[in-house]
């Protein structure tokens, strides 16, 4: 392994070491952002289904109303995908939030565990 008990590895062998193995430090987390949540807020298979039948309402609303009933006949589906897109708004932002204060919690703890070394070089000057 090319080091000594007492002096440790030199700072030439470190920085072979580390580029030939990448250094000890994990990358900083980040969080997803809440656009990216939103979409898949709306992957959810019920959610789906309420904006398929809120289409399906629209079209056989539209399709049937006659007269002064044409006007306002699209309103039970527009009301059906409001509320779905509400709900996954408001669910990808909770989210969101909640993924932001984790990922900063993280990387302040992960900041906390620098550890120092001590290595002496040939002329038996620690660092």
Known sequence: MNSDKDKGISPELNLQRDTAFGNNKRDPMEADTCCS????????????????????????????AKGHDLYHAWVDGFAIMVAVLVVSGVGSVVDYRKEAEFVRKRNETEDAKKIDIIRVDEHGVSK
Do not use: Q
């Open 37 to 64: 949540m939103f979409k898949s807020a709306l992957d959810d298979d019920m959610l789906k289904l309420l904006m398929v039948c809120a289409l399906v309402s629209i079209t056989i609303d539209m399709s049937t």
